[in-house]
């Protein structure tokens, strides 16, 4: 069996400091490990993918990512926070075990304060 | 390339009435997956087609809600009557490597009055 948990709802941090983004997963077999994020009115976009490569993921516009098998955890970072990152951020886990279903967090509203 | 394509982007109808959206996957990707996503419930999975069949509809709703996936190039969602609780922005994604690598159109605001 695989679930997601994202730890915050929402998040709050000011222009130009890091952002750190939680989940945690769980999953019988090796997983495939996501994150998404959603502007406003847009569908979801592939931020990164951790596949059992390295360890370190670095995805689009920044972020990165680390999977922590001992912690079965995957958070989102980025150094500095810039306005356009103001947006919904999800995780997911997958596994390409036999039907490879996936599972959405239940994602992470990200503000930016000026 | 053009991405996954929905069409259409807004409809607005009345309780009751039949409603069609479509969605034209990436050339090339095998499986294709539809999503409602609401405030209240947030996204949730419908029900998804690896080349073509269905694998699992287990989210889909109720039998108001049905899914085809002719050839590998079309899908639909159709909702038969349509409900106001129906009222949500529904995405299409597809993909070709694995379903955890999606690639999301730019959704169906479907408002039911």
């Known amino acids: 069996a695989q679930s997601v948990t994202q730890l915050d709802s929402h998040v709050s941090v000011s222009e130009g400091t890091p952002v750190l983004l939680r989940c945690n997963y769980s999953s019988s077999y090796s997983p495939s490990l996501f994150w998404y994020v959603q502007h406003p009115n847009k569908g979801l976009q592939l931020l990164l993918k951790y596949t059992s490569a390295a360890t370190l993921v670095k995805g689009i516009n920044g972020f990165e990512a680390e999977f922590k098998k001992s912690e079965t955890s995957f958070h989102l970072t980025k150094p500095s926070a810039h306005m356009s990152d103001a947006a919904e951020y999800f995780c997911v886990v997958s596994s390409s075990y036999r039907d490879d279903k996936i599972i959405f967090g239940k994602g992470t509203r990200l503000h930016i304060l000026p | ?113």
């Open chain 2, 1 to 113: 390339d053009a991405g996954v394509i929905q069409s259409p982007r807004h409809e607005v109808t009345e309780m009751g009435q039949e409603v069609t959206l479509r969605c034209k996957p990436i050339s090339g990707h095998n499986s294709l997956f539809w999503y409602r996503q609401t405030m209240m419930r947030g996204l949730e999975l419908l029900i998804y087609f690896n080349n073509n069949v269905p694998i699992d509809d287990s989210g889909m709703p109720e039998d108001r809600f049905s899914a085809k996936m002719p050839n590998a190039s079309f899908s639909t969602l159709k909702i038969q009557p349509s409900e106001p609780r129906d009222s949500a922005v529904y995405f299409c994604a597809s993909s070709s490597g694995g379903a955890g690598e999606q690639y999301f159109g730019p959704g169906t605001r479907l408002t039911v009055t």
